[in-house]
C-alpha cells in the first residue's frame, strides 16, 4: 500500500512552481558574486517536492541542479537530496520545520571547501517570505562551532 501524504508533506507543496532567482555568494576574499537562474519545483504523489534548477556560476560556467526533498513518515523527519552538475558529491540532507513552520533546517556533510580531502558541515535554511517569496541560505560550520552564511537566494514565483 502507498505512502498517503500527512500534514508535514503539505509544507512541501508551497515549494511547488515556477521560481525566478537570484544568488548571492560570498567568495573565500570576501568578495561577492552574483547570478541569475531559474527553478522548476513540481510534486511527486504529494510526497516530495522535486526541483530542478538552472543558474550561472560566478565564473559564468552554466550549471544544472536537481534537489528531492520529502518527509520520512518512518523516521519523522524530513529528508532530501542535491546533487549539480558543479559537483560529484550527493548532498544529503536531514531537515526539521520550525515551530512557526515559516523554515526548514537542512543539515548535510560533504567535502569540505576550504581543506582538500576533509568533510564538514553544511546548513540549508529556506524561509518562506510569503506565497510568492522564499528564501535559500547556505551556511559552513567553522572549526569553532558557528556558521559561516556563504550564499542566499531569492527566489520568486512566477506563476
Known amino acids: 500500500m502507498a505512502t498517503q501524504p500527512v500534514a508535514e508533506h503539505a509544507w512541501l507543496q508551497q515549494l511547488v512552481g515556477e521560481w525566478d532567482v ?39 560556467d552554466p550549471m544544472e541542479s536537481y534537489m528531492a526533498l520529502g518527509y520520512d513518515v518512518s523516521f519523522k523527519e524530513y529528508r532530501g537530496c542535491w546533487y549539480a552538475s558543479a559537483s560529484s558529491h550527493l548532498w544529503k540532507y536531514f531537515g526539521v520545520l520550525s515551530e512557526d513552520k515559516k523554515m526548514m533546517t537542512l543539515n548535510c556533510e560533504g567535502p569540505d571547501m576550504m581543506n582538500e580531502g576533509q568533510t564538514a558541515n553544511y546548513r540549508d535554511v529556506i524561509e518562506l517570505i510569503d506565497g510568492d517569496t522564499r528564501t535559500l541560505t547556505s551556511f559552513g560550520e567553522q572549526p569553532d562551532g558557528t556558521w559561516v552564511q556563504f550564499m542566499k537566494a531569492t527566489l520568486t514565483r512566477t506563476n
Do not use: F, K, Y
Open 22 to 60: 537570484e544568488t548571492v555568494m560570498t567568495m573565500p576574499d570576501g568578495s561577492t558574486a552574483t547570478s541569475q537562474g531559474h527553478e522548476s519545483v513540481t510534486s511527486l504523489g504529494g510526497l516530495w517536492a522535486c526541483s530542478r534548477g538552472t543558474m550561472t556560476m560566478p565564473d559564468g
